[in-house]
């Protein structure tokens, strides 16, 4: 079975910077990630984009990341990164990937993890 993970969340002081990673599981040896976003959700608000990455090269930010937040990945499909710089309170949210991923055996399909929390101190 197909499964988003996210891990490298935590408490960090603003200004600082955290490195979040988005690791699929259960997808075999040949994969191909079709695109992944980064969202992220603050208690009482709605779920926010804040990263994308649509696998032709092309990544998006939201405004409030633009310029902190960067999606990366090393020499492989997995796992990818959401490396966030100059971090600030207004950051802390639960931060979720979703991503498309096609297997020979499921074909594509939409997925997402469970989330990790983010928290900036003041």
């Known amino acids: 079975q197909v499964q988003l993970e996210e891990s490298g969340g935590g408490l960090v002081q603003a200004g600082g910077s955290l490195r979040l990673a988005c690791t699929a599981s259960g997808t075999g040896r040949f994969f191909r990630i079709n695109y992944i976003n980064w969202y992220r959700q603050a208690p009482g608000t709605q779920r926010e984009l804040v990263a994308s990455d649509t696998g032709r090269g092309i990544t998006n930010y939201a405004d409030s990341v633009k310029g902190r937040f960067i999606i990366s990945r090393d020499n492989a499909e997995n796992p990818v990164y959401l490396e966030m710089r100059s971090l600030k309170p207004e950051d802390t949210a639960v931060y979720y990937c979703?991503?498309?991923?096609?297997?020979?055996?499921?074909?594509?399909?939409?997925?997402w993890g469970q989330g990790t929390q983010v928290t900036v101190s003041s």
């Open positions: 979703n991503a498309n991923l096609w297997t020979p055996s499921t074909g594509s399909n939409t997925y």
